[in-house]
């Protein structure tokens, strides 16, 4: 273990020893087992450096020219040694911390800790294992999972092999990794390279159920399936405010919900989505890492689960990673798209509530929106289509997509989130296009309603869009994810403005981090749903007078 040579031979050059005897003994167990005649005298153990080949090989060497025999039930058979020929046993491979790491990364295995004796002589790694999908010929940041959230990571010494892992944690939480052996020493974090954020390779944060938050893209889930019951035959839907065209926002926000940093308590939260509902008091949270709904009454200082957070699973009384979620005022419930355990299931709000009741499954459902009608739409990133349901029904209609992956009119990769609104037009945020799509009631292909210039920072690019949200005159309003701003996109307009953000990744009040989702309120203010900042802001309409 980067050891000198001269050290290596002399720990091995025992020729009477443990070492020499160990290679003696694979001799006596041939005579042993096979009937061979080796002459154990007549050889002699010699330990050999190999500079090519980084190894010691051990070596039992012929003293004379003699001949070994066996006798077995095919015969006999003879081996010719000439004086001074060698029988290679092992070889032991001298290897580097850097590549010890590297061999332990690509294993599933991260170095937390190296002790060394005081001549460096004998080495003690303490490696733990960290649960990670891996990805192979795919460039760095590729995609890698169903999961739009994550991407591949090349290991640290590697540029071929990664880890398929969450992409959107902060770079001002990233550290660089410890020394030239490229040793994370916190726990469940890996070395990885990460040229977005840091030129050196830093320990990025692998979370012990990153094999069910970034499953693999061929990934199937079974579940359940429980008889649904109908419920009321008119529903909440979000409404179309009416935004003048010339308005503006405050670019300071206030901090309205969570803001406490990453965690379970009822006042924070784990990377989040969400809304405001039509009363302009409650907040509903899809609460993604931490398996929870939340409601967060607008002025509360925390909020209060309204669906799971009982830990990770599928059975009806969990929640896993909520991509999505809906509120039903007139049923008093939430609808909710959980992607990894493949469903859409519904929780009433009614006290004494434990557990939802499944609407649909075998589903990668991503994003959700209801009409007037109560219909429900649900965007599937596996499918790469949108499909409306009749309440209580499980045989979907194609509206939008459904055409294979692609970057066509009639094609998209990676539906996310949607808007419906009141002549059934269904908006899509189409996430890996960088675009927003519109498809009319109907229509067999959609039109371009705000970006499609390719992945970018300019005000004509999108990078990976989230929530949308459409007014009344149809203007549309967009979270920017990766590039942590909210747009705005005038009807037919070519490009947008920035309506908050875009300072920079951050946790200011004027930044934002990865934001998820937009919200309004009859006045007009906006809520952002700051998924890298744990938090909820409201930025405040400015007179337009």
Not at 140 to 155: E, H, L, T, V
Not at 470 to 484: E, Q
Not at 512 to 540: M, W
Request: a negative charge.
């Amino acid at each position: 273990m980067c050891h000198d040579p001269s050290v290596l031979l002399s720990a091995y050059n025992d020729k009477n020893g443990v070492v020499a005897d160990f290679q003696f003994n694979v001799l006596r167990r041939l005579n042993q087992e096979f009937g061979y005649n080796f002459d154990l005298d007549q050889f002699h153990y010699q330990p050999v450096w190999s500079e090519h080949n980084s190894s010691l090989e051990q070596h039992l060497q012929s003293l004379c020219s003699q001949q070994v025999k066996c006798i077995d039930q095919f015969g006999e058979k003879t081996l010719h040694f000439d004086k001074g020929e060698t029988i290679n046993m092992i070889d032991s491979y001298k290897f580097s911390i850097e590549e010890i790491n590297m061999l332990l990364n690509i294993t599933g295995f991260t170095i937390e800790h190296v002790w060394n004796d005081e001549h460096k002589w004998i080495t003690v790694i303490l490696a733990p294992q960290v649960n990670s999908q891996f990805c192979h010929g795919k460039n760095q940041y590729d995609r890698c999972s169903p999961n739009g959230a994550c991407g591949c990571f090349f290991i640290a010494g590697s540029h071929d092999i990664g880890i398929c892992t969450d992409e959107f944690v902060p770079c001002s939480e990233l550290v660089a990794c410890d020394g030239p052996n490229n040793i994370c020493l916190q726990p469940n974090h890996r070395c990885v390279h990460h040229p977005r954020c840091h030129s050196a390779p830093v320990c990025y944060p692998i979370p012990s159920f990153n094999q069910q938050l970034c499953p693999p893209l061929s990934m199937t889930i079974t579940t359940t399936v429980v008889p649904t019951a109908t419920t009321a035959t008119t529903t909440q839907v979000p409404v179309t405010h009416n935004i003048p065209v010339n308005a503006t926002w405050s670019r300071i926000g206030v901090t309205i919900a969570g803001g406490n940093g990453y965690g379970g308590a009822l006042n924070q939260f784990y990377y989040l989505n969400g809304f405001l509902t039509n009363d302009d008091q409650t907040l509903i949270v899809a609460d993604w890492n931490n398996n929870r709904i939340v409601e967060w009454q607008v002025g509360a200082s925390e909020g209060k689960v309204i669906a799971g957070g009982n830990g990770q699973g599928n059975r009806l009384d969990q929640v896993l990673f909520a991509s999505d979620v809906l509120f039903d005022g007139k049923t008093n419930s939430v609808i909710i798209c959980e992607d990894r355990n493949r469903r859409v299931v519904r929780w009433s709000r009614n006290p004494g509530t434990k557990q939802g009741e499944l609407l649909l499954d075998d589903i990668f459902c991503e994003g959700l929106a209801m009409d007037e009608e109560r219909n429900l739409y649900v965007s599937d990133i596996l499918e790469d289509d949108v499909r409306r349901y009749a309440m209580g029904s499980t045989n979907g209609t194609l509206v939008a997509g459904g055409h294979h992956r692609g970057d066509a009119m009639n094609q998209f990769s990676q539906p996310a989130s949607l808007f419906v609104d009141r002549q059934q037009t269904v908006y899509v945020s189409d996430k890996e296009n960088h675009r927003i799509m519109k498809w009319e009631k109907g229509a067999t292909e959609g039109v371009v309603v705000a970006g499609n210039n390719g992945n970018g920072n300019s005000l004509q690019q999108l990078s990976y869009p989230g929530g949308v949200y459409v007014d009344s005159i149809g203007t549309v309003y967009v979270t920017d994810i990766r590039n942590h701003r909210i747009m705005r996109w005038l009807k037919g307009a070519q490009q947008g403005t920035v309506i908050a953000g875009e300072n920079g990744e951050g946790n200011a009040a004027n930044q934002l981090a990865r934001p998820t989702n937009i919200s309004f309120d009859k006045r007009g203010n906006l809520y952002v749903f700051d998924s890298g900042n744990q938090r909820i802001q409201r930025f405040s309409i400015e007179d337009t007078n």
